[in-house]
């Protein structure tokens, strides 16, 4: 059984270094208060994602190469084509799912294995700005593709379900 990988973008901001918080906020809603580069407004409420549990590594990544961001922009641009090319007209939203996963959760060579989902990520979210190698490293099961702008996490895919049935017993 294949599941999608997890593919999670964070960008960090400075802040007041007393404000204490620790919430996930909608991008859209995140905004300056003023001209003040380090002043944001916070929502109220904040959200509560299903993503919001998983918790990638906050040391022990070790370097695994670059990744130029003219290949990333490049590749989520394909990614974006191959996604409305598979589209049959009027879709329902399990064939929409179906689709994205399989395109943006797909293993790509260029992406040195990582899924062509966090090319699309650091696309849709601008991290990709110019002529940048973004820098990839590894901790375990987690990825990371750090640009100026933010950085891309991945891990997986996850294998879940029941294994292949292995012969026990004694040797023959």
């Given at each position: 059984?294949?599941?999608?990988?997890?593919?999670?973008?964070?960008?960090?901001?400075?802040?007041?270094p007393?404000?204490?918080?620790?919430?996930?906020?909608?991008?859209?809603?995140?905004?300056?208060?003023?001209?003040?580069?380090?002043?944001?407004?916070?929502?109220?409420?904040?959200?509560?994602p299903?993503?919001?549990?998983?918790?990638?590594p906050?040391?022990?990544?070790?370097?695994?190469g670059?990744?130029?961001?003219?290949?990333?922009?490049?590749?989520?641009?394909?990614?974006?084509?191959?996604?409305?090319?598979a589209m049959?007209?009027?879709?329902?939203?399990?064939?929409?799912?179906?689709?994205?996963?399989?395109?943006?959760g797909?293993?790509?060579?260029?992406?040195?294995?990582?899924?062509?989902?966090?090319?699309?990520?650091?696309?849709?979210?601008g991290?990709?700005?110019?002529?940048?190698?973004?820098?990839?490293?590894?901790?375990?099961?987690?990825?990371?593709?750090?640009?100026?702008?933010?950085?891309?996490?991945?891990?997986?895919?996850?294998?879940?379900?029941?294994?292949?049935?292995h012969?026990?017993?004694?040797a023959?």
């Open positions: 059984m294949r599941s999608t990988p997890t593919v999670l973008a964070l960008r960090a901001l400075p802040v007041d007393e404000l204490v918080c620790d919430l996930v906020v909608e991008a859209p809603l995140l905004v300056a208060a003023s001209d003040d580069d380090c002043a944001i407004v916070l929502p109220e409420v904040a959200v509560s299903s993503w919001a549990g998983v918790a990638p906050r040391g022990s990544w070790e370097a695994a670059t990744i130029e961001a003219s290949v990333l922009a490049a590749r989520a641009q394909y990614g974006i084509a191959a996604v409305a090319e049959p007209a009027d879709p329902g939203e399990d064939v929409v799912r179906t689709v994205r996963a399989s395109v943006w797909a293993p790509d060579e260029q992406l040195a294995g990582l899924p062509l989902g966090a090319a699309f990520a650091a696309f849709a979210l991290f990709i700005v110019g002529e940048e190698d973004a820098r990839l490293l590894t901790s375990g099961p987690w990825s990371r593709l750090t640009l100026t702008r933010g950085h891309i996490l991945v891990r997986g895919p996850q294998r879940l379900g029941l294994g292949p049935v012969r026990t017993g004694p023959v």
